[in-house]
């Protein structure tokens, strides 16, 4: 099977780059995807807006995969970027400010500028759901169809289902000595993401019920089926062992919201249902290997979901961004 | 003033909500709550609501005038109003979304109501200087109108560029054509060791590293031109910075000169934007100028505790408005369970903490006067404190309460959870004292000892007003306090009725017969009860009530 990254799966869209872990290969992939994106939209002879965001800012030097100091983004003339005043003008893109961003962090407030010139961006980020959800509410407004990415922080994807329609591109490092775990947290990603919409109607008066008691039980059976209950809040491994024995069928907000191991999502809703209210598209799930055969990985991880979404290295010589196999 | 209790007891905050002013200065003004015991600033904030109802009503056929001052407001941002020698730049685009917005607004109101708000031209200059930079009024950078050198910096970097793309685009062919290595935008490849059977033979151009056992890290090496071109731009950005930096600590000085305007700019759009938020919200839920001139008594007429109209309107019950008169300095008020007295209470409260928050009143008329605090004694919602029962609460309010001057001050039943006699006693002391110290009526059946004179030096003996709600009968009845009742339950009416079993029918029932007016108050007891007919009216065994009224009836 062969398979290529269709990089108009970003356009227009607000995709989040995130993964489990430091340096496992996020800003690599997001640059490699923007460089298609790029090539595509030259080819394709249009001149669609592009805003690269972060959350925070990744204060790591060295890029996993490389070995190199972590590249700053590169800008082209009109390119929107999220940064701070102390790097606003480094990268030599002289910007423009068109935006501030609510809310301020450990390096001062954040803003949306457009370069008036190629250069480099040090993206720097709100660290809340709100200054993130706000800047992206402002270019979507502002910028008809603008395509954005999203740098997103390591292991917080709760970010991804405060913005309407965002979508998701995982990635994550597999080398030989952490195989099995990575493999364990594709499964179990992909097992959220193919949560079945919980059933409509009983699903909202379950929820409304559960948030007028907020605090008082964990999880509030709905009116019409007694084995339906529904989660405000998150799904933890204390809070799935205090589930009534009469819950069957579960709906939680979003995958977001669920704090399991495979093994506890597995053990905890034996004979039970997970119902997710809002669904989050991914995109990619996308496999930096590093000393491991990308076949062998592939055969681990047989699940038609994972194989039609699956990509490795985005950086392989054979062709860009390539889920070759 | 602080006024946390009564706030909550008069459940302001979900109106609270409602009061929407648009700019950051607004905002934090709402935020603050703040509730004002200085006349002058409680008629200057009417005076202003006035101002901005007459502009309203005046453009109320200007939809998109109207609409379009709310977005001037809306987009102005705080300021950084401190004087620095540099500003950075995104504080030089606050400074000039600011201006655009704040000429926008000016633009788009009548002279005379801007000049009445002291909403008049600022910081012309500066304005005239940022508007030099940026594509549009609301953005910012630095062009190349600011400096002399600016252009010419920027020309030689947009040549630098592209000579350096096409260095690297000549490099990226070359290696692609020869070794078939394809970036494609990419700063690195990792690339499979067999399709780089002589990795030596890119050494011209590329660096080659192990990867892992089957894989090569290759990254494109810069050549010596490029290296040059490379280091003669960091040159160049350096000297782009330099200048800019002059240009920042130019604009800076402007910005410095044009602070006191700006101060007053923010001051006179922070005064207009509360003013507007009071219009509307006087608009949306037909509110009053409260009148501060009636020097003795409070007078409501036609009040509406909106909280308690709303909620009458969600379950589809009657809401009866509150007119009365408070002339007293203690005001005693009972009535039944579910009679609205603790209603009344809150009414009261919900009013006056509106008009001295410099609002405007919920009622067709509502004459007071400034107190300096506006307090509340009770048990709120909700709240316990360790060691303390409901009763321990009263008292340690009461405490605080006590030492006050010129005060409104609300008591929700106090005492009702320790014994009647004790509480009748402790309530008659205190509605006394609120009352001023008068002899001993020899009208009374049991005259009342002498109060001792230490205690008559600490009386309020200023303009506080007490209200009293009370279960308690017994308490003491003095001629220079006022006692009313809530008039309560048409027994006729509600004998005659049959209102189901439901509660939300019996709860309507009572509301069709309770009439929630506030009526003189008479000593002598009546021989019906309106907690029993209420008991009867929720469901309660017809053979218990009976029994019930037995004994009340039996009762000296």
């Known amino acids: 099977m062969k398979r290529a990254f269709d990089p108009a799966a970003l356009t227009g869209q607000v995709t989040f780059v995130t993964g489990p872990e430091k340096n496992c290969g996020k800003t690599s992939f997001l640059l490699a995807a923007l460089a298609a994106w790029r090539q595509a939209r030259a080819e394709a002879g249009r001149s669609w807006p592009l805003a690269l965001l972060t959350v925070g800012y990744d204060g790591e030097v060295r890029d996993w995969l490389s070995g190199q100091r972590k590249p700053g983004a590169p800008l082209q003339v009109g390119d929107y970027y999220i940064t701070v005043e102390r790097f606003l003008r480094a990268g030599g893109c002289c910007p423009e400010i068109v935006a501030l961003v609510p809310g301020s962090g450990a390096l001062g407030r954040c803003c949306i500028a457009r370069a008036t010139r190629p250069g480099l961006a040090a993206l720097v980020g709100p660290e809340g759901n709100a200054g993130l959800g706000a800047a992206i509410a402002w270019l979507r407004a502002e910028l008809a169809g603008c395509t954005i990415l999203v740098d997103g922080a390591i292991n917080r994807i709760t970010q991804l289902a405060a913005v309407p329609d965002a979508r998701l591109a995982y990635v994550l490092r597999l080398d030989r000595a952490g195989l099995n775990r990575a493999v364990e947290r594709l499964q179990r990603l992909a097992l959220l993401l193919q949560l079945p919409a919980a059933p409509a109607g009983e699903t909202a008066l379950a929820l409304e019920a559960a948030a007028d008691q907020a605090g008082a039980a964990i999880a509030d059976q709905a009116s019409a089926d007694p084995a339906l209950y529904s989660l405000a809040d998150a799904l933890t491994s204390e809070s799935l062992q205090r589930l009534p024995a009469a819950c069957r069928r579960l709906v939680v907000e979003d995958f977001t919201k669920i704090f399991l191991t495979a093994a506890e999502l597995r053990a905890g809703l034996a004979g039970r249902q997970l119902y997710s209210r809002a669904a989050i598209e991914c995109v990619a799930l996308v496999a930096v290997t590093r000393g491991v055969d990308d076949d062998e990985v592939a055969r681990r991880l047989p699940d038609p979901f994972i194989q039609q979404r699956l990509l490795f290295n985005p950086y392989r010589l054979a062709e860009p961004l390539t889920g070759d196999r | 003033m602080t006024v946390h209790d009564a706030w909550s007891f008069a459940q302001l905050e979900d109106f609270w909500r409602c009061y929407e002013p648009l700019t950051p200065w607004g905002r934090d003004e709402v935020g603050r709550r703040a509730v004002f015991n200085d006349a002058a600033t409680i008629n200057h904030r009417h005076d202003d609501i006035a101002a901005a109802i007459g502009w309203l009503e005046a453009a109320a056929q200007d939809v998109v005038g109207l609409d379009r001052v709310s977005y001037h407001l809306k987009r102005l941002p705080r300021l950084p109003l401190v004087p620095k020698d540099e500003y950075e730049q995104l504080e ?117 590293e192990p990867y892992d056992d089957a894989a090569y890290l290759v990254r494109l090496l810069p050549n010596a031109a490029r290296l040059a071109l490379a280091t003669r731009r960091e040159s160049l950005l350096a000297a782009e910075q330099a200048t800019e930096n002059e240009v920042l600590r130019r604009l800076s000085g402007l910005v410095v000169d044009a602070l006191p305007a700006l101060c007053s700019a923010v001051q006179a759009v922070t005064r207009f934007d509360l003013a507007r938020a009071g219009a509307v919200l006087a608009g949306r839920f037909a509110l009053v100028r409260p009148d ?230 008479q000593p002598e007891r009546s021989d019906s009860s309106d907690a029993l007919a209420i008991a009867a009216m929720l469901g309660l065994d017809c053979a218990l009530v009976e029994r019930a009224q037995a004994y009340f009836q039996s009762q000296p």
Request: glycine content about 8%; aromatic content about 10%.
């Open chain 2, 292 to 521: 501060f001139d009636a020097a003795t008594a409070v007078r409501v007429r036609d009040g509406r505790f909106l909280p308690c109209q709303l909620e009458c309107q969600r379950l589809g019950l009657a809401y009866q408005p509150l007119s009365t008169e408070f002339g007293a300095p203690a005001v005693v008020l009972f009535g039944s369970n579910m009679g609205g007295k603790t209603v009344v209470l809150k009414s009261l409260l919900f009013f006056q903490l509106l008009a001295q928050a410099g609002l405007y009143v919920p009622a067709a008329a509502f004459q007071t006067r400034v107190f300096d605090h506006i307090e509340y004694v009770g048990e709120l919602a909700g709240e316990r404190l360790a060691g303390l029962s409901g009763f321990g609460f009263e008292i340690w309010r009461f405490q605080r309460v006590w030492p006050l001057r010129n005060a409104l001050i609300a008591f929700d039943e106090l005492a009702r959870t320790t014994g009647s006699h004790e509480a009748e006693a402790l309530l008659s002391a205190i509605v006394e004292a609120y009352a001023r110290p008068l002899p001993a009526s020899p009208r009374l059946a049991n005259p009342r000892p002498a109060m001792p004179t230490d205690l008559v030096a600490k009386l309020p003996a200023d303009r506080t007003l007490a209200l009293f709600t009370t279960h308690f009968r017994g308490v003491a009845r003095l001629p220079a306090a006022l006692y009313l009742r809530m008039e309560g339950l048409d027994h006729q009416a509600a004998c005659l009725s049959d209102d189901g079993g439901r509660l939300e029918e019996r709860l309507a029932g009572i509301n069709r017969h309770m009439r929630y007016r506030l009526v003189a108050d």
């Open chain 2, 92 to 208: 030089l685009f606050q400074f000039k979304k600011f201006l655009a917005n704040y000429r926008g607004l000016l633009q788009r109101l009548p002279a005379a109501v801007a000049a009445g708000f002291g909403l008049v031209p600022a910081g012309r200059e500066l304005a005239t200087a940022l508007d030099m930079g940026g594509s549009d009024a609301e953005t910012f950078f630095l062009a190349d109108a600011y400096h002399p050198d600016l252009a010419a910096l920027r020309s030689d970097l947009r040549g630098l560029d592209d000579e350096l793309l096409a260095s690297l685009e000549h490099q990226t062919g070359l290696v692609e054509r020869e070794f078939g290595l394809v970036f494609a935008g990419r700063e690195f490849l990792v690339a499979d060791r067999q399709l780089l059977p002589d990795p030596l033979s890119l050494a011209a151009h590329c660096s080659v």
